[in-house]
């Protein structure tokens, strides 16, 4: 394929495979998705973004779009990929309280640079994820969703360039279709060059999290289960079964074993969260209890995710509860005694403002669910089906607890079809999600993600 065309539009690099720096160019995070596409653009503009979404309609390319890698939702495969990750500008507007962020920011930076002013973004538990992906599928903050809701909630505009190449300046009353659409429908309707978010006034929070021997398992659930049930909304909690690797990176406490982690987020005073964590502190002996006052800007400590690329494989499912019985299932599944490849199951409380319907409507749905259920697995690449089984049996055994609805950005690469992407939405936000589809990308060009197909 010539893309001489393209390269004398563009700033930033043209590459094809076999071209030096193809590689490096279109590496994802997720190593599972490793992909083929047939012509990648280092995109170091809005103007280099335009010319390459051009270029890709005018040849009914599928276009794919990469920032930091971590939502990759499949190989780009015979794809145009336009890579952003040059595109990380941001600018603190205290006296607004926004931000406004590139394409590519990834949340530590944006969380570093508000808190300069005493601001902060709705983190989540990662720290280089990108905010922009991060917030237009939803946003769940680890740390303030349940106080301030999904981070989609909190946009105030975007730039994004859509399928005819065309720059559109998105807002609630400067095409609201599009507006609702994008907060929730992640990647469907073109490519978001710039995203303007609303910041809150936090610089601090008591946090961190607990980890206990994995034959406690049951004692901290059911302290767990206590705690979540009378939890002010300042307070956002989870807990997770985790089997880490004996590896150097692995704190030497938790290396090959099974360990239950709960996390703690709480915005109030530190003697009001010691009294709120007690009895979870006392349900067993902690291996680790790291949980303490600390600065915002160390949000990332609390879950602890991993940061250097990986070949990730997860499921996921929203809970109406997470009663006795739930929890008596998740043993049985995955508890103690269990011999599983799945290095993490987590039950995250939700609730609180995350139930709440937003002053300006958007596609972000489901806010219903009382926890999510979320699984995670590592390995080679190519391991999707043997790891299928083992990541989908602990939710079949919560079922009964489950809603059968799911949080957009916790899709993975399993959710191919349509009937695995549209539990995602409300019903009839999925219906006019296509509609809007159907008018800003009438051929399905960005269709490379987890896909909301136009309606015919």
Same mark, same amino acid.
Do not use: C
């Given at each position: 394929?010539?893309?001489?065309?393209?390269?004398?539009?563009?700033?930033?690099?043209?590459?094809?495979?076999?071209?030096?720096?193809?590689?490096?160019?279109?590496?994802?995070?997720?190593?599972?998705?490793?992909?083929?596409?047939?012509?990648?653009?280092?995109?170091?503009?809005?103007?280099?973004?335009?010319?390459?979404?051009?270029?890709?309609?005018?040849?009914?390319?599928?276009?794919?779009?990469?920032?930091?890698?971590?939502?990759?939702?499949?190989?780009?495969?015979?794809?145009?990929?336009?890579?952003?990750?040059?595109?990380?500008?941001?600018?603190?507007?205290?006296?607004?309280?926004?931000?406004?962020?590139?394409?590519?920011?990834?949340?530590?930076?944006?969380?570093?640079?508000?808190?300069?002013?005493?601001?902060?973004?709705?983190?989540?538990?990662?720290?280089?994820?990108?905010?922009?992906?991060?917030?237009?599928?939803?946003?769940?903050?680890?740390?303030?969703?349940?106080?301030?809701?999904?981070?989609?909630?909190?946009?105030?505009?975007?730039?994004?360039?859509?399928?005819?190449?065309?720059?559109?300046?998105?807002?609630?009353?400067?095409?609201?279709?599009?507006?609702?659409?994008?907060?929730?429908?992640?990647?469907?309707?073109?490519?978001?060059?710039?995203?303007?978010?609303? &910041?809150?006034?936090?610089?601090?929070?008591?946090?961190?999290?607990?980890?206990?021997?994995?034959?406690?398992?049951?004692?901290?659930?059911?302290?767990?289960?206590?705690?979540?049930?009378?939890?002010?909304?300042?307070?956002?909690?989870?807990?997770?079964?985790?089997?880490?690797?004996?590896?150097?990176?692995?704190?030497?406490?938790?290396?090959?074993?099974?360990?239950?982690?709960?996390?703690?987020?709480? &915005?109030?005073?530190?003697?009001?969260?010691?009294?709120?964590?007690?009895?979870?502190?006392?349900?067993?002996?902690?291996?680790?209890?790291?949980?303490?006052?600390?600065?915002?800007?160390?949000?990332?400590?609390?879950?602890? @995710?991993?940061? @250097?690329?990986?070949?990730?494989?997860?499921?996921?499912?929203?809970?109406? @509860?997470?009663?006795?019985?739930?929890?008596?299932?998740?043993?049985?599944?995955?508890?103690?005694?269990? @011999?599983?490849?799945?290095?993490?199951?987590?039950?995250?409380?939700?609730?609180?403002?995350?139930?709440?319907?937003?002053?300006?409507?958007?596609?972000?749905?489901?806010?219903?669910?009382?926890?999510?259920?979320?699984?995670?697995?590592?390995?080679?690449?190519?391991?999707?089906?043997?790891?299928?089984?083992?990541?989908?049996?602990?939710?079949?055994?919560?079922?009964?607890?489950?809603?059968?609805?799911?949080?957009?950005?916790?899709?993975?690469?399993?959710?191919?079809?349509?009937?695995?992407?549209?539990?995602?939405?409300?019903?009839?936000?999925?219906?006019?999600?296509?509609?809007?589809?159907?008018?800003?990308?009438?051929?399905?060009?960005?269709?490379?993600?987890?896909?909301?197909?136009?309606?015919?």
């Amino acid at each position: 394929m010539s893309t001489d065309i393209l390269a004398a539009q563009v700033t930033g690099p043209v590459l094809t495979p076999g071209d030096a720096g193809y590689e490096e160019e279109t590496a994802t995070w997720n190593l599972a998705m490793i992909g083929r596409p047939a012509v990648v653009v280092g995109a170091t503009s809005t103007a280099d973004v335009r010319a390459a979404v051009r270029y890709a309609a005018e040849r009914d390319l599928p276009i794919a779009v990469s920032a930091t890698g971590h939502g990759q939702a499949m190989p780009a495969d015979g794809a145009l990929l336009i890579n952003l990750r040059r595109m990380n500008d941001i600018t603190i507007d205290a006296d607004a309280g926004t931000a406004t962020v590139g394409a590519a920011v990834e949340m530590q930076a944006l969380v570093d640079a508000a808190a300069k002013a005493g601001l902060a973004p709705l983190a989540g538990s990662s720290p280089n994820v990108g905010v922009v992906g991060y917030v237009l599928g939803g946003g769940l903050s680890s740390t303030l969703g349940r106080t301030h809701g999904w981070a989609a909630d909190h946009v105030r505009a975007a730039e994004i360039v859509t399928a005819d190449g065309a720059l559109r300046q998105v807002t609630a009353t400067a095409e609201p279709d599009l507006f609702w659409a994008i907060r929730g429908g992640k990647g469907n309707f073109g490519v978001v060059t710039s995203l303007t978010i609303g &910041l809150v006034p936090v610089t601090r929070l008591y946090g961190g999290g607990i980890f206990f021997d994995g034959a406690d398992a049951r004692p901290v659930l059911d302290a767990f289960r206590r705690l979540v049930a009378g939890a002010p909304e300042s307070l956002t909690a989870s807990v997770a079964f985790l089997r880490l690797p004996p590896l150097p990176f692995v704190p030497e406490p938790l290396r090959g074993r099974l360990s239950v982690h709960v996390r703690i987020a709480y &915005l109030g005073a530190a003697e009001e969260g010691e009294r709120l964590v007690a009895d979870v502190r006392a349900a067993a002996t902690p291996i680790i209890d790291a949980v303490a006052e600390m600065p915002y800007t160390a949000f990332a400590m609390i879950h602890a @995710d991993p940061v @250097d690329p990986i070949p990730a494989y997860e499921s996921s499912v929203l809970l109406r @509860d997470f009663p006795a019985e739930a929890a008596d299932a998740l043993l049985a599944a995955a508890g103690p005694g269990v @011999d599983t490849p799945v290095l993490m199951i987590e039950v995250r409380q939700l609730g609180g403002a995350l139930a709440r319907d937003p002053q300006v409507p958007s596609a972000v749905g489901n806010r219903d669910a009382a926890f999510q259920l979320f699984l995670g697995a590592a390995g080679a690449p190519g391991m999707e089906e043997p790891l299928r089984e083992p990541l989908f049996a602990p939710l079949r055994a919560l079922a009964p607890w489950a809603s059968g609805r799911r949080q957009v950005n916790f899709l993975s690469g399993y959710d191919r079809d349509a009937a695995d992407i549209g539990p995602a939405y409300e019903p009839r936000a999925w219906e006019r999600l296509r509609a809007i589809k159907a008018a800003a990308d009438p051929r399905n060009l960005f269709r490379v993600n987890h896909n909301i197909p136009p309606r015919d």
